[in-house]
C-alpha cells in the first residue's frame, strides 16, 4: 500500500464536500414567494387598472390606501385583489361555477 500524504487525503475530501455542498445550493427549491407589498402612488395604479388618477382617489377606500403626508400609496396586492374582487367571468364560468354550487346543495341535503 502506497503511503499518501494526509494533507492531500484532506484536500481531496474538502473538494468533495464543496461539490456535494454546491449541488445541494442548486437543488434546494425556492423559498416560497412572499406576496408583493411594494408600494404605488395613485398614478401608478391608474396605469395598471387604466383608469385615470381622480378615479383612483375615489376608489381609494376600496382598494385600501396608506396616507403618508398629503399622498396615498397603495399595496400592489391590494390593487390586484382588488382587480380580482371585481372581475367579471364569462358567462361558462359562471355556469360552471353555478353547476357547482348546485352540486355542494345536493351533497348537504
Known amino acids: 500500500m502506497m503511503n499518501?500524504?494526509?494533507f492531500e487525503v484532506l484536500d481531496q475530501r474538502?473538494?468533495?464536500i464543496e461539490r456535494i455542498l454546491s449541488l445541494m445550493q442548486s437543488t434546494?427549491?425556492?423559498p416560497p414567494k412572499k406576496p408583493d407589498e411594494s408600494l404605488l402612488e395613485?398614478?401608478?395604479v391608474a396605469e395598471i387598472i387604466?383608469?385615470?388618477v381622480?378615479?383612483?382617489?375615489?376608489?381609494?377606500?376600496?382598494i385600501g390606501y396608506i396616507?403618508?403626508?398629503?399622498?396615498?400609496l397603495f399595496k400592489r396586492s391590494d390593487v390586484m385583489a382588488y382587480l380580482q374582487k371585481y372581475e367579471h367571468k364569462s358567462l361558462s364560468d359562471r355556469k360552471i361555477q353555478a353547476m357547482e354550487a348546485l352540486k355542494e346543495r345536493v351533497k348537504v341535503a
Open 42 to 44: 395613485a398614478l401608478e
Open 54 to 62: 381622480t378615479t383612483v382617489y375615489r376608489k381609494a377606500p376600496k
Open 50 to 52: 387604466k383608469s385615470p
Open 4 to 6: 499518501m500524504n494526509p
Open 28 to 30: 434546494q427549491s425556492a
Open 14 to 16: 474538502l473538494i468533495n
Open 67 to 72: 396616507k403618508h403626508g398629503k399622498r396615498l
